[in-house]
């Protein structure tokens, strides 16, 4: 190592140390310090990156994979590259990289070029197909993060686990599978789907019926990753709505997203944010009712069930209204 790189390691260790461990721990435990907005943006395109860095997005994703054209691809390692040595002092938005898949010769590459010297916080994996996928790539990101005398596991992972068919049957998989390894499952900061790829992979022509709603393989593939993610212990991430210019649209996803249990989504454009990081914000009904549900039981400490407003609260209600009132304990966005 060259003395001119020197201070930079110390600093990124600094960053990476006991403080980055207990915020990881925190994250996992706590809504009020989840993702909810993941902005993607194409590798090799420097003025949407600015656009990018400059939204209220809690993460970017700087695109290796489906949106840089294969021979735009080096250029694209290089630009990222240099963006992360750049604003390493950063806080927000995280910056995450989305890599090429690991059944591509394409990965170990492009985790070369992005950990050169400015490590990203993440890396979004696409087309997994099985949970037997992650073990090597947490192994290659352990020996990337040995290099910059990283914490072993400070690079989390986004996985995109729908992709492909095999991907969406091994969903089921991943809790026994992932459960025992605890060093590639707290790497995993949430699972996402996706049905652009999956719909290619099928053939099929379209992802969703005549009146809006999925199709009941797309349908399944959400579902599944709902479920995989929530039993990981990760974030449930919902996947992109690429009709960007349709307001509406965007929002019908999120009412849905939130309601089933999702805590973030990914997006294409800068326009999309805004409502994002509203829809995942509690409502101040909901609050309220939260409030009220955490009163009742400080009101009988010794009961296990009580009534609110003619209907039965127990262990369930109060565990999701603190969940409520922690989310509603993020700092406010940026403007
Ligand atoms: N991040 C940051 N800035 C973005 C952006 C993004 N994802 N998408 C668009 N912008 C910027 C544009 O550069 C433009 O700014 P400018 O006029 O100052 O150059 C502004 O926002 C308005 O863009 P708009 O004209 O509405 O969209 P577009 O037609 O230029 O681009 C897309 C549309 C879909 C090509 C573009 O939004 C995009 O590249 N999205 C990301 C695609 C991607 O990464 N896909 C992979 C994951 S599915
Ligand atoms: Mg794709």
């Avoid at 916080?121 to 990283?150: F, H, N, Q, Y």
């Avoid at 929002?251 to 999702?262: I, K, M, P, T």
Wanted: with cysteine; charged share 25%; net charge positive.
């Amino acid at each position: 190592m060259s003395p001119a790189r020197r201070p930079a390691r110390r600093a990124l260790r600094a960053r990476r140390g006991a403080g980055a461990r207990a915020a990881a721990r925190v994250e996992r435990a706590s809504p009020a310090l989840a993702l909810r907005s993941w902005l993607f943006v194409p590798g090799d395109s420097e003025r949407k990156q600015e656009k990018a860095l400059a939204s209220a997005a809690d993460a970017v994703i700087l695109d290796l994979e489906d949106s840089v054209a294969a021979p735009q691809l080096a250029a694209a390692r290089r630009r990222v590259g240099e963006l992360l040595r750049s604003v390493r002092a950063r806080g927000r938005p995280q910056l995450w990289v989305r890599a090429n898949a690991p059944s591509s010769d394409l990965l170990r590459e492009d985790l070369e070029a992005v950990f050169a010297d400015g490590p990203p916080d993440g890396i979004v994996l696409p087309k997994v197909s099985g949970p037997g996928e992650l073990p090597p790539v947490a192994r290659r990101l352990a020996t990337l993060e040995a290099r910059l005398g990283m914490e072993p596991g400070a690079t989390r992972l986004l996985i995109i686990a729908t992709e492909t068919p095999a991907g969406v049957l091994s969903l089921a998989q991943y809790p026994t599978v992932l459960g025992p390894m605890t060093g590639v499952r707290q790497r995993i900061a949430g699972l996402t789907w996706g049905g652009e790829d999956l719909s290619t992979a099928l053939g099929a022509l379209a992802q969703r019926e005549a009146g809006g709603a999925l199709t009941f393989t797309f349908q399944l593939a959400r579902t599944q990753c709902l479920l995989a993610a929530v039993a990981l212990g990760a974030q449930a991430i919902d996947g992109v709505c690429t009709d960007f210019r349709d307001a509406a649209r965007l929002q019908h996803e999120l009412d849905a997203a939130r309601r089933d249990g999702f805590s973030g989504k990914l997006a294409i454009h800068p326009e999309q944010i805004a409502t994002i990081n509203a829809a995942f914000a509690p409502t101040e009904a909901e609050r309220e009712h939260a409030r009220r549900v955490v009163a009742a039981f400080a009101g009988a400490p010794a009961a296990g069930v009580v009534s609110l407003d003619g209907r039965m609260i127990d262990r369930p209600h109060l565990l999701q209204a603190q969940r409520i009132l922690a989310s509603a304990q993020r700092e406010p966005d940026r403007s």
